[in-house]
């Protein structure tokens, strides 16, 4: 089993950077893909971004690709995402989850531990 708490959520102008963390717990964490998702107000929650167990592939959103950044420290079972270039419609709760399939995918349903998610607020 794996337990999941974010952190680095808050409010940031556009244009602006966060970078949020992902701590699990459990001794397995290596053996998981671990994704980001995001839930913005009356929307369905969303695939963020996705990155292998060992950290060597990732996938992300269109609508973050190339702002957003998804790493894993498995020594010390952290995941990150860095978001640069903020955008009012970035604004949403962030969820961590981890998929015990291994491989990166963006479908809610295969991950099996979710956070409690962290808010992003970014002011135009």
């Known amino acids: 089993q794996v337990q999941l708490v974010e952190s680095g959520g808050g409010l940031v102008q556009a244009g602006g950077s966060l970078r949020l963390a992902c701590a699990a717990s459990?001794?397995?964490?290596?053996?998981?893909?671990m994704g980001w998702f995001r839930q913005a107000r009356g929307k369905e929650r969303e695939f963020v971004a996705a990155?292998?167990?060992?950290?060597?592939?990732?996938s992300y959103a269109s609508s973050v690709k190339g702002r957003f950044t998804i790493s894993r420290d498995n020594a010390k079972k952290m995941v990150y995402l860095q978001m640069n270039s903020l955008k009012p419609e970035d604004t949403a709760v962030y969820y961590c989850?981890?998929?015990?399939?291994?491989?990166?995918?963006?479908?809610?349903?295969?991950?099996?531990?979710w956070g409690q998610g962290t808010q992003v607020t970014v002011s135009s």
């Open positions: 989850a981890a998929a015990s399939t291994g491989w990166i995918t963006a479908t809610t349903r295969q991950y099996d531990y």
């Open positions: 459990g001794r397995t964490f290596s053996g998981y893909a």
């Open positions: 990155i292998s167990r060992s950290g060597a592939d990732t």
